[in-house]
Nanobody
Framework: VQLQASGGGLVQAGGSLRLSCAAS????????MGWYRQVPGKQRELVAT???????SYADSVQGRFTISRDNAKNTVYLQMNSLKPEDTAVYYC??????????WGRGTLVTVSS
């Protein structure tokens, strides 16, 4: 499974960005896809996940501001980020997990929110 993330950039606080993660390969093995983020010197943290059935979950810090969705026809997962805050600044990584919890990772995309 290969994951290609895109959509990061520089935005002012209060603005919006949409991240995309295009998946290819043996996608039938994937149960859950999600987004994680990491700030230098800190652990990578979960942002949001979406299951193959469409169920979603979010970190408390982004609940109500971020929305994860998927387009099965395009094998793409999106993360719509609204009301961005400087503390959302991080490298965002796309993740895909199999039923046996094996993880695939895409290259990160940098999101910078200026105050």
């Amino acid at each position: 499974v290969q994951l290609q993330a895109s959509g990061g950039g520089l935005v002012q606080a209060g603005g919006s960005l949409r991240l995309s993660c295009a998946a290819s390969g043996r996608l039938s093995s994937i149960n859950v896809m999600g987004w994680y983020r990491q700030v230098p010197g800190k652990q990578r943290e979960l942002v949001a996940t979406i299951t193959s059935g469409g169920g979603t979950s979010y970190a408390d810090s982004v609940q109500g501001r971020f929305t994860i969705s998927r387009d099965n026809a395009k094998n793409t997962v999106y993360l719509q980020m609204n009301s961005l805050k400087p503390e959302d600044t991080a490298v965002y990584y796309c993740n895909a997990k199999t039923a046996t919890y094996y993880s695939y990772w895409g290259r990160g995309t940098l999101v910078t929110v200026s105050s």
